[in-house]
């Protein structure tokens, strides 16, 4: 079963700058099968990106994913106010596991 | 638009049952496996179960193995699940979710239902 750690598990920036979210696995995934999701409060989840680049239908460029193997990262380029958020990076394909999530909070 | 909506949630006590459905619009919902997945309050999400288009597969996290039961009506575009033997760590928001092509990547979700399992 693999486990996936993400960190930083809270990070503080302000509109416009650059995030960088990461998220490690116990063992190689496997086809970069490997998902991001962003939540808002009270909110389900939302797919961001899939096979560890891919961005899902209407997300903005300036969310990107890459990374293969063990480590993954997501990137915001530019944050508009609307991105902060909580962050999950999810492995899929069998044995779905999810990380424990970032909190992207206003500084 | 695809949409899905969950019903069934609500207060239950240790050791009793509950279902869950989720009824499904906006796409051919029988070419599409189905999950439900669930948040505890404050905390991550967890996969709980996915059933295949047709039914043929079907599988549990080991948490819920043997106390719960998906299942699908595809004539009523519509998932459940049956939740027995509830325990108070499966209180969480249950969200239905559709399989995005790959299996097990969650491309569209409702927005939940609440299960509370309390004294």
């Known amino acids: 079963e693999i486990v996936l750690t993400q960190s930083p598990a809270t990070l503080s920036l302000s509109p416009g700058e650059r995030a960088t979210l990461s998220c490690g696995a116990s063992?190689?995934?496997?086809?970069?099968?490997l998902a991001w999701y962003q939540q808002k409060p009270g909110l389900a989840p939302r797919l961001l990106i899939y096979?560890?680049?891919s961005r899902a239908t209407g997300i903005p460029d300036r969310f990107s994913g890459s990374g293969s193997g063990t480590d993954f990262t997501l990137t915001i380029s530019r944050l508009e106010p609307e991105d902060f958020a909580v962050y999950y990076c999810?492995?899929?394909?069998?044995?779905?596991?999810f990380g424990q999530g970032t909190k992207l909070e206003i500084k | 638009e695809v949409q899905l909506v969950e019903s069934g949630g609500g207060l239950v006590k240790p050791g009793g049952s509950l279902r869950l459905s989720c009824a499904a619009s906006?796409?051919?919902?029988?070419?599409?496996?189905m999950n439900w997945v669930r948040q505890a309050p404050g905390k991550g999400l967890e996969w709980v179960s996915s059933?295949?288009?047709?039914?043929?597969?079907?599988y549990y996290a080991d948490s819920v193995k043997g106390r719960f039961t998906i299942s699908r009506d595809n004539a009523k575009n519509s998932l459940y699940l049956q939740m027995n033997s509830l325990r108070a760590e499966d209180t969480a928001v249950y969200y239905c979710?559709?399989?995005?092509?790959?299996?097990?990547?969650?491309?569209?979700w409702g927005q939940g239902t609440l299960v509370t399992v309390s004294s």
């Open positions: 999810q492995q899929y394909g069998s044995s779905p596991a």
């Open positions: 059933i295949s288009s047709s039914s043929s597969y079907i």
């Open positions: 906006g796409f051919t919902f029988s070419s599409y496996s």
């Open positions: 096979d560890a680049s």
């Open positions: 979710a559709r399989d995005g092509g790959e299996e097990l990547l969650f491309d569209y």
């Open positions: 063992q190689s995934v496997s086809s970069s099968y």
